[in-house]
């Protein structure tokens, strides 16, 4: 029960709940208290300046103390109150007939109320009140008591309240926060059951948005995000695995097929010969494959890939993948020229990588490129970046294949990319690590007229 949050949240609920009434229920009590006990001195006060009125009256027409005192004992009667006239010395003259028994009032109490001209004491379970019989004249003090259970009742009376009270309201408040949590919580559960039913077999199903404006809205908006980028990454895979296979199964049925027919009789040894050429062109292949699709298979789905940072001259490296590169194009017939003078340019990534990049656009420019075809590669600072251009005069790319060149496995014309050996990964592989260093890679072409490929990386001193 505990592991719900509806429960959590109830309880949760409940404990502030409870904090809040008792905190709430102290706080009335002792006001009230307080309110009580002001109340009882106020009305105290004005019996007792009553009784001394009184007292100054009589006193001038009898002209006795203790006269006086009792006439205004006996004609004044206060039900639940005590009534007591003393001297100065608080000696008693007079009290009222319900006085148990004589209230003992300290000096230092007689003193304030001559200060004061009244003054209050509690005793013996009594509040007194003491008011001087005149201004100005030592003739005594009239005092007045009440029982303090006349207090001690009412505040009685409110614990009763509070307690009967304080837990039918907690019950009705914790019920109320039930239904709330549970109100509040039903877009979640809502939520959890459609989320259990996605699969990678329903991958495009998304989560009901009720409210894009509030919490859970842009939750579900959130949640139908992530099952976004999953679908894609899924599909991606999936595309990934089958042109994978697919790439992978053509030189395997090569390599098998040429076995099988050099091994079905005996043969010469031009043409065994021949037979293992073919074989170590298809394992070459197969093994420039395995080893794009290791590659590849570093490369995050969502993030560009973490490299080796240390300096490297582009120059060097432009340099040295242009003489390697002369190889292959002087295999061909196709002049390749490169502009690489120019100052030093520095940039902080792996300069493995790097090289691997311009191999990979120079030797896509060669396979491209018919005979007697030119292939210039131009190194150059531009707005503070680092500039690769390699342009060739080859055959060219449509305009809508080059939004997708840089896509694995992707080749304009299947069947001659394949008879050139290749496998549409190596600009897949260029654009990765020029993403890996935080640059851009563009292309610009039309069939017939060639291709340039544009690479920008940001140098060291930026």
């Known amino acids: 029960m505990f592991h719900s949050v509806r429960t959590r949240l109830t309880l949760w609920y409940a404990g502030v709940m409870v904090l809040s009434l008792i905190a709430f229920a102290l706080l009335i009590y002792y006001a009230a208290a307080a309110s009580f006990q002001q109340r009882q001195d106020e009305s105290l006060l004005s019996t007792a300046q009553t009784v001394a009125s009184a007292y100054v009256e009589e006193l001038e027409e009898q002209h006795s103390l203790t006269k006086a005192s009792q006439v205004v004992l006996a004609e004044l009667a206060f039900p639940n109150r005590y009534v007591q006239v003393i001297d100065n010395t608080g000696k008693p003259m007079a009290a009222s007939k319900n006085l148990p028994a004589v209230i003992s009032i300290p000096s230092t109490t007689l003193a304030q109320a001559r200060e004061q001209s009244s003054s209050f004491v509690t005793t013996n379970n009594l509040r007194v009140a003491v008011v001087p019989l005149s201004a100005g004249q030592d003739l005594g003090f009239a005092t007045v008591a009440e029982s303090l259970s006349v207090i ?70 959130t949640i139908n995000d992530v099952f976004g980028r999953l679908e894609n990454a899924f599909k991606e895979q999936q595309r990934f695995i089958a042109d994978a296979s697919h790439e992978l199964r053509t030189p395997l049925a090569v390599l ?63 340099r040295d993948c242009v003489r390697a590169a002369q190889v292959l194009a002087a295999q061909k017939g196709v002049r390749l020229e490169s502009e690489t003078n120019v100052e030093s340019i520095v940039l902080n990534g792996d300069e493995d990588m790097i090289k691997r990049m311009i191999l990979n656009l120079l030797d896509n420019a060669v396979k491209f490129t018919p005979k007697d ?90």
């Open 256 to 318: 098998r097929g040429e076995t099988e027919v050099a091994l079905t009789r005996t043969r010469t040894v031009e043409e065994y010969q021949d037979s293992l050429s073919l074989i170590k062109d298809e394992a070459e292949r197969l093994s420039r494959i395995v080893e794009d699709l290791f590659m590849l298979a570093r490369q995050p789905i969502d993030t560009p890939a973490s490299t080796v940072s240390e300096p490297v001259c582009l120059n060097d490296a432009v």
């Open 152 to 221: 001690e009742e009412g505040l009685r009376t409110l614990r009763r309240y509070f307690f009967g009270g304080v837990p039918i309201v907690l019950l009705l408040a914790t019920a109320g926060g039930y239904f709330l949590a549970r109100k509040s919580l039903s877009p979640i559960a809502s939520m959890d059951r459609q989320t259990q039913r996605i699969s990678a077999e329903n991958l495009a199903a998304r989560l009901d948005v009720t409210n894009p404006r509030d919490e859970l809205g842009r939750l579900a908006i």
């Open 373 to 462: 075809g030119e292939i210039r590669v131009r190194l150059s600072r531009q707005n503070g970046n680092a500039q690769i251009v390699v342009r060739d005069t080859g055959i060219g790319i449509p305009q809508a294949a080059q939004l997708r060149v840089f896509d694995r496995f992707f080749r304009v014309g299947k069947t001659r990319s394949r008879a050139l050996g290749g496998a549409g990964l190596g600009l897949s592989i260029a654009a990765w690590i020029v993403e890996a260093h935080r640059g851009t890679i563009n292309v610009d072409s039309a069939p017939g007229e060639g291709s340039k490929f544009t690479v920008e990386l940001p140098t060291a001193d930026r």
